[in-house]
């Protein structure tokens, strides 16, 4: 299925990559005929939901590799019924984990302060007048670079690691649909050992020249 169509029909339902694809190779590929689809299947109205106000919701913590990576993460959602539903606290769960894996620095692009993206777009720019692109098509190779920027350091633009077909923008559709409320991911704090830290290199012929003359 041609992902422009899929990628159209996505903005226009605000449902799911696949729910997407799914539609439109069940009607043939006619946008309309696709939304209908989804409309019966309840599918494209979570856009109206995302607009409603989640305040409840958990905190999840994730530990990795015997404690080397921590994450916390807040998701929040409508109501605390949902919030102490099994199916929710997996989902959120999935997302700690991921975050641990993905390492993004913020949970949405529009997060990305204005100063970094402009520093990113003129690396990206230097980087393709320095591999010989004409001038004129410089600034679409930039515009692609940079929506690959954002899926490596903005969680929502980036593929879910249990399920690369899907962003985890798309799970998040998908938990709305599910459980009939907003949800959203509003932080998240990542913690690795040692990050940030200098270590201290001994180097080992030095170390047993200092004891044979001690």
Do not use: W
């Amino acid at each position: 299925m041609d992902a422009k169509l899929v990628k159209e029909l996505r903005a226009k339902s605000g449902a799911g990559m696949m729910d997407c694809k799914k539609a439109l190779v069940e009607t043939d590929g006619n946008i309309e005929d696709a939304m209908i689809v989804l409309r019966e299947k309840g599918l494209a109205a979570t856009n109206k939901k995302a607009g409603r106000v989640a305040a409840e919701g958990i905190v999840e913590s994730y530990i990795h590799m015997g404690g080397k990576i921590g994450v916390l993460v807040e998701v929040n959602c409508e109501t605390d019924f949902v919030a102490k539903n099994e199916g929710f606290k997996t989902f959120v769960k999935d997302v700690a984990m991921h975050i641990a894996a993905a390492n993004p620095l913020y949970v949405t692009k529009e997060e990305v302060p204005s100063e970094e993206l402009e520093k990113e777009k003129e690396i990206l720019r230097a980087q393709a007048l320095n591999e010989g692109k004409p001038e004129k098509i410089v600034d679409k190779m930039v515009e692609g670079r940079v929506s690959k920027y954002y899926k490596e350091i903005c969680l929502m633009e980036q593929p879910f690691v249990k399920n690369p077909d899907l962003t985890i923008e798309d799970l998040v559709k998908e938990q709305i649909m599910t459980i009939g409320e907003n949800v959203k991911i509003r932080r998240f704090a990542r913690f690795q050992m040692g990050e940030g830290l200098e270590k201290k290199e001994e180097n080992f012929a030095d170390e047993v020249a200092k004891q044979l003359n001690a």
